[in-house]
């Protein structure tokens, strides 16, 4: 790794961060109980242009600590070209759902979970804080957004 390379600017990094919230599929959702057992899992998600959007079961321990808690923290990436996305989780059934996101959702990946088991619930995403960094180099500087407004760098 080459630790004197220079850094991206905050306003690259934005347009990286957002290039892969448009292209990658999986991301890992981390949350945890109100008994603080931590839970990892990857997951489909959709972005709409403010939001990441997923589906899980209401009765596994994802779609129970989404729900509770409200809250989330989400990673894409390997080690050397990491963002970490924490926000706040809005909880919605198949039936509250708002019908063009779950449109969207169902298109992407070409499944519904509005059709699939009942306990299927949708969880959107709301981005509060992003840190993006590529490698050691980049650590200053890696908030790209804070109390959800991007920062200038």
Not at 37 to 49: A, E, K, R, T
Not at 50 to 55: F, K, L
Not at 119 to 144: C, D, M, N, T
Request: aromatic content about 10%; hydrophobic content about 40%; glycine content about 8%.
């Amino acid at each position: 790794m080459n630790i004197a390379k220079e850094p991206r600017s905050a306003e690259q990094r934005r347009r990286d961060v957002l290039e892969r919230l448009r292209t990658e599929e999986d991301v890992w959702v981390a949350s945890a109980g109100a008994d603080g057992l931590p839970c990892l899992v990857p997951l489909w998600f959709l972005w709409d242009g403010a939001a990441m959007w997923m589906s899980t079961r209401l009765t596994n321990p994802t779609g129970r600590n989404l729900r509770e808690t409200g809250r989330a923290r989400l990673a894409l990436g390997h080690t050397r070209d990491v963002v970490l996305i924490d926000g706040r989780v809005e909880t919605f059934t198949a039936e509250e759902v708002p019908s063009d996101a779950a449109d969207a959702f169902a298109r992407r990946w070409g499944w519904d979970p509005r059709k699939d088991h009942a306990s299927y619930a949708y969880f959107k995403v709301l981005p509060q804080a992003i840190q993006a960094w590529h490698g050691e180099h980049e650590i200053k500087g890696r908030h790209v957004m804070c109390d959800g407004e991007w920062t200038d760098g």
